[in-house]
T-cell receptor
């Protein structure tokens, strides 16, 4: 079946370092992916998206890389800040725009 | 604030009672979604509307759950005869098809605690 999963449940980084959060998907027909950030007690916040016809997309301090060959995508956060501490989800947009989420990766930023 | 709005933000109810949550999507977004999220898990799809039409329902949406979007704008999610297993955060999201994609924006969620 279709699934989106994350490699690591928790990632700890030092403030100022770069963070890399990984995600694997199983549906080779997936053509649109979104990264969300979720802070405690809040709804998921859109960070960045990427279509399958791209392999890289950059935003402000964030970059998403897509490797369709191995069905893997990653979210890179440059110069990680304490405010980046949250749970990060990748999601695959399936039929009827139905997002399929993984369990998430918790990012902990230490001073 | 022009984001997705959900009410109430928190609801504590006794088992067996009915509860209703409301969602106001971003203006002019014709697509509206309901998701459920429990602690430590990612959101799970419940149902999807395009305008007033409910186009898809998850198997998670038992017959105690009903969602409506009568005029294609706001939506309600009702849970009848609540059970403790219904305790979760109920998330609403909306999107509009644009040239750049189908970005889905979420509200802050409605927390349900069934005691």
């Amino acid at each position: 079946g279709e699934s989106v999963g994350l490699h690591l449940p928790t990632l700890s980084v030092q403030e100022g370092d770069n963070s890399i959060i990984n995600c694997a998907y199983s549906n080779s027909a997936s053509d649109y992916f979104i990264w969300y950030k979720q802070e405690s007690g809040k709804g998921p916040q859109f960070i960045i998206d990427i279509r399958s016809n791209m392999d890289k997309r950059q935003g402000q301090r964030v970059t998403v890389l897509l490797n369709k060959t191995v069905k893997h995508l990653s979210l890179q956060i440059a110069a990680t800040q304490p405010g980046d501490s949250a749970v990060y989800f990748c999601a695959d947009l399936g039929g009827y725009n139905k997002l399929i989420f993984g369990a998430g990766t918790r990012l902990a930023v230490h001073p | 604030d022009t984001g997705v709005s959900q009410n109430p933000r928190h609801k504590i109810t006794k088992r067996g009672q009915n509860v209703t949550f409301r969602c106001d999507p971003i203006s002019e977004h014709n697509r509206l979604y309901w998701y459920r999220q429990t602690l430590g898990q990612g959101p799970e799809f419940l149902t999807y509307f395009q305008n007033e039409a409910q186009l898809e329902k998850s198997r998670l949406l038992s017959d105690r759950f009903s969602a409506e979007r009568p005029k294609g704008s706001f939506s309600t999610l009702e849970i009848q005869r609540t059970e403790q297993g219904d305790s979760a955060m109920y998330l609403c999201a909306s999107s509009a098809r644009t040239g750049s994609g189908n970005t889905i924006y979420f509200g802050e969620g409605s927390w349900l605690t069934v005691v």
